[in-house]
């Protein structure tokens, strides 16, 4: 992390490369859980391949990765490789949508427990933070607790056709 900003996100490119970081980062830890946050998931590297391989390298038995959208329609065309990966992880991966009364509240977030959080905070403008702090960490795990318990699951791993 590069400590001479403090860790400050100021652009598009900026916010890739901080969930590129972060991903790599959460891919050495032995993080249980990871909490993924975005209303489409548009600006983020989910396609990329070395992600994908990350994601497998810390997929193990009884870790967890828990998804939050508003919406999943464009994650098959933006994002096949992660689509596919998630096919085969699917006992990992949870994907959940919230409620009416949180749409407003979604926040753009990467956050491993005790590894690493990429929070956007301004949509527009690509301002945002990745943080290795604590404080940071309950903080956080307090907000997505709150909007994952106002959601329901979406998304499902495949379509069984009668």
């Known amino acids: 992390?590069?400590?001479?900003n403090d860790g400050l996100i100021q652009s598009r490119g900026?916010?890739?490369a901080a969930l590129?970081?972060?991903f790599a980062l959460i891919a050495e830890s032995s993080a249980s859980e990871i909490w993924m946050c975005d209303a489409d998931f548009a600006d983020w590297p989910l396609?990329?391949?070395q992600v994908v391989e990350q994601l497998t390298r810390w997929s193990v038995a009884h870790r967890r990765?828990?998804?939050?959208?508003?919406n999943y329609d464009s994650m098959p065309r933006r994002h096949p490789r992660w689509v596919h990966w998630r096919r085969h992880w699917a006992h990992v991966v949870t994907c959940m949508t919230p409620d009416d009364s949180s749409h407003g509240r979604l926040p753009g977030l990467l956050f491993a427990p005790g590894v690493v959080s990429v929070r956007l905070v301004d949509r527009v403008h690509y301002r945002g933070r990745i943080s290795t702090d604590v404080d940071d960490a309950v903080r956080l795990r307090e907000e997505l607790d709150a909007l994952f318990q106002r959601s329901v699951e979406a998304f499902p791993a495949s379509t069984l056709g009668l």
């Open 1 to 4: 992390m590069n400590d001479s």
């Open 65 to 70: 990765c828990h998804v939050l959208a508003l």
């Open 14 to 16: 900026e916010y890739q």
């Open 47 to 49: 396609n990329e391949p």
């Open 20 to 22: 590129l970081q972060a």
